[in-house]
């Protein structure tokens, strides 16, 4: 009961400063930077900060701040605290599992008391257990997205609308071929920059001074980023992972990408997709990686993301995507009997 009067009175709060326009206090990630400024990046035979092992994006922050949160890029620490008391309730290992940004939004409208509990989308058979799912990493920020200031991506166009509409409409009409599903159902990719949080979303770096190679968890996908000057590829030479060029500005690694193919980011980008990335420590355990979207064959105007990676002792092993998946071909089968029936009709 004393919990339930807790979450009610921050809830409470929340909303009032939400309807007064106010901005919380610094986040408690902010306020620990100074204790951390004697902390010195190793590095690399060549001198540059060594960014290689195993890292991690467990972050339950999620890409765009919810609507609840307008104008408010923090959370205060006492509404933090309850927001993590909740989700341990709530995906602690009894109940369903919840992924990507439904985790936190989820625990918000708990917070908030705008819904109780959580049930899988599945009201008949289920879904995960959360005991298989990963604790997630909770910090004061509302959303990763850092450009626009109000943490929301910029509107599409209407061409990438049109996109957007079409790729729904052929993943909810029966299967005609295996192109109406998606990318990560088909095992090809889940896009670059992969922004996959809390499930097999970890992140492998090998660096030498000529080269520097990112593979993330799901799908294998695995870029091989040359730091030697060179000029991108041609421009008619489209690849999923597009063409990456990396160099050093002080102790940050900065990758540009470009030649992607069509719908290689979050499924709907287009071929004019151009993805900056600035890798630099930020800790001990910690790795900064902030990304700019440019697109404008897609969002009306560039956008900015940071996603703060924890370093992981746990090796990543191979993701076996398609081996032993029946799952397209259930798929397509039950098109073509949908289609037999209908014919003898």
């Known amino acids: 009961m004393k919990d339930r009067y807790l979450y009610f009175v921050l809830g409470l709060m929340a909303l009032l400063r939400v309807a007064q326009g106010q ?3 610094q986040t408690a990630l902010a306020k620990t930077t100074g204790s951390k400024q004697s902390w010195a990046a190793p590095r690399t035979s060549d001198g540059h900060p060594d960014l290689q092992g195993f890292w991690a994006n467990n972050n339950a922050t999620p890409l765009e701040r919810p609507e609840e949160l307008a ?3 923090t959370l ?6 309850a927001m993590k008391r909740k989700a341990h309730e709530l995906f602690g290992g009894n109940g369903d599992a919840a992924f990507g940004d439904t985790v936190y939004l989820t625990v918000l409208a ?3 008391g705008t819904k109780t509990g959580f049930k899988s989308t599945d009201g008949e058979t289920g879904d995960y257990s959360s005991v298989w799912t990963v604790e997630r990493d909770w910090e004061n920020r509302t959303s990763l997205i850092t450009d626009p200031p109000e943490g929301r991506m910029p509107a599409m166009t209407p061409e990438a609308q049109k996109r957007q509409e079409a790729a729904h409409a052929a993943m909810t009409r029966p299967a005609t071929g295996p192109g109406d599903r998606s990318l990560p159902e088909r095992c090809i990719t889940y896009g670059s920059p992969q922004l996959t949080a809390g499930y097999q979303s970890y992140y492998q770096i090998v660096q030498t001074p000529q080269w520097v190679m990112i593979m993330t968890e799901m799908i294998h996908d695995a870029r091989e980023i040359p730091l030697d000057g060179g000029p991108h590829l041609s421009s008619t030479v489209q690849q999923w992972l597009g063409d ?16 992607y193919k069509p719908r290689a980011f979050k499924s709907v980008s287009s071929e004019k997709l151009h993805v900056t990335e600035r890798f630099s420590r930020s800790g001990p355990e910690t790795l900064k990686y902030e990304i700019r979207i440019d697109d404008p064959g897609t969002w009306t105007k560039p956008w900015s993301l940071m996603i703060q990676l924890r370093h992981s002792a746990d090796p990543v092993y191979e993701y076996a995507c398609h081996e032993g998946n029946e799952g397209l071909a259930g798929i397509l089968a039950g098109a ?3 289609e037999a029936a209908a014919a003898k009709k």
């Open 110 to 112: 708990n917070v908030l």
């Open 71 to 73: 104008g408010r890029a």
């Open 76 to 81: 205060s620490d006492e509404e933090l605290a």
């Open 336 to 338: 073509r009997a949908e």
């Open 244 to 259: 990456s060029r990396g160099h050093w500005e002080g102790d940050t690694l900065v990758v540009d990408t470009t030649n």
């Open 23 to 25: 901005v919380a206090p």
